[in-house]
C-alpha cells in the first residue's frame, strides 16, 4: 500500500513539474510601462496577415511614442483641428501613443502597430528592427511600388498592401522572401493601422550571426516610433520540457531517498 502511494505520489509530481514547465510557454503579461509577451514556438497560435486584424484581439500591447511625454500629453491633451482629445492621468491609448504589438509563433515574427492620433501627418516604416541577443536584422515598409509608405498619406482610406525590404545590409533594397503586410488607412489619417510578418529565417539570411536554435527573447524598435524596444521573451519546447522533466526525476530520486532512510522502501 506504502509503494503504490509512493508511486501515485512520484507521478503527480512528475506531472505537476512539466505541466508547470510547458506553463512558462505561454505565459503573457503587460506591466503597461514595461512590456512582457511572452510566446510558446510551435503552440497552436497563429496570426493571418491578411487585414483583418481581430486577431490580434488577446495579444498583450504596449503603448509607445518616440520620447516619454505621457504626463505632457495627459495634462495638455493632443489638439487636432482645434480639437484637443485628454487621456486620464495614469493610462494610455492611442490618442497620444502608438499602440504595438508582437508575436512569434516559431517561425514569423508578426507585428501590429496603430498609429496614435497625434501621429496623424506622418507615418513610418523606414527602420525596423529586430533583435535576437545582441544580434539585429533590419527592415523598411514600403509601398507595393517601392515608394516610402509616408507617402501612403495622400490617398484614399482603404486597405493596402505592402511590402517588406531588407537594409542595412548586403541584402538592402530586396524584398524580404516570405514576408507580407497590410497599411489601414483611415479617415483623416487618424489611428491608421500596420501589420506585417517576417519569417526567422529571413533573419538570419540577413544576419548570419543570428542563431534561431537558441532563442529567448527577441526584441523590436524603431527610433522614429518609439523611445525603447519592446519584447518577446520565451524559449523553444523541447529545452524546458527536458529541464521540467529532470527536475521531476530529481523531486522523485529525493522522495526515495528519503524514504529509504526510514527503511520503507
Known amino acids: 500500500m506504502m509503494k503504490k502511494g509512493f508511486k501515485i505520489i512520484a507521478l503527480l509530481s512528475l506531472s505537476l513539474v512539466f505541466l ?3 506553463a512558462l510557454l505561454v505565459s503573457a503579461s503587460d506591466t503597461g510601462m514595461s512590456y512582457d509577451n511572452s510566446f510558446s514556438l510551435k ?10 486584424f481581430s486577431d490580434w484581439d488577446g495579444i498583450p500591447c504596449s ?3 518616440n520620447w516619454d511625454n505621457s504626463e505632457n ?3 495638455n491633451g493632443v489638439w487636432i483641428d482645434g480639437e484637443v482629445y485628454y487621456t486620464e492621468p495614469g493610462t494610455y491609448s492611442t490618442d497620444v501613443r502608438h499602440m504595438m504589438q508582437m508575436y512569434c509563433d516559431g517561425d514569423y515574427i508578426y507585428i501590429h502597430i496603430i498609429y496614435g492620433r497625434n501621429y496623424r501627418s506622418r507615418l513610418n516604416g523606414d527602420d525596423f528592427r529586430l533583435y535576437i541577443g545582441d544580434e539585429v536584422a533590419s527592415y523598411q515598409v514600403v509601398g507595393e511600388d517601392g515608394s516610402d509608405i509616408a507617402t501612403m498619406l495622400n490617398v484614399a482610406p482603404g486597405l493596402y498592401p505592402v511590402e517588406i525590404r531588407h537594409r542595412d545590409s548586403k541584402l538592402s533594397f530586396l524584398n524580404a522572401e516570405g514576408t507580407n503586410g497590410y497599411l489601414s488607412i483611415k479617415e483623416d489619417n487618424i489611428n491608421n493601422e500596420l501589420e506585417i510578418r517576417v519569417p526567422l529565417e529571413e533573419l538570419q539570411r540577413q544576419n548570419p550571426n543570428i542563431n534561431l536554435e537558441t532563442i529567448s527573447t527577441i526584441e523590436f524598435f524603431t527610433p522614429n516610433l518609439m523611445y525603447r524596444r519592446i519584447s518577446a521573451v520565451g524559449t523553444s519546447s523541447a529545452p524546458v520540457v527536458l529541464a ?8 522523485c530520486s529525493l522522495l526515495l531517498q528519503k524514504r529509504r532512510k526510514h527503511g520503507n522502501v
Open 43 to 52: 503552440d497552436g497560435q497563429s496570426i493571418s496577415i491578411d487585414g483583418d
Open 73 to 75: 500629453c495627459w495634462v
Open 63 to 65: 503603448y509607445e511614442y
Open 20 to 22: 508547470w514547465g510547458n
Open 244 to 251: 521540467a522533466l529532470c527536475g521531476g526525476i530529481v523531486l
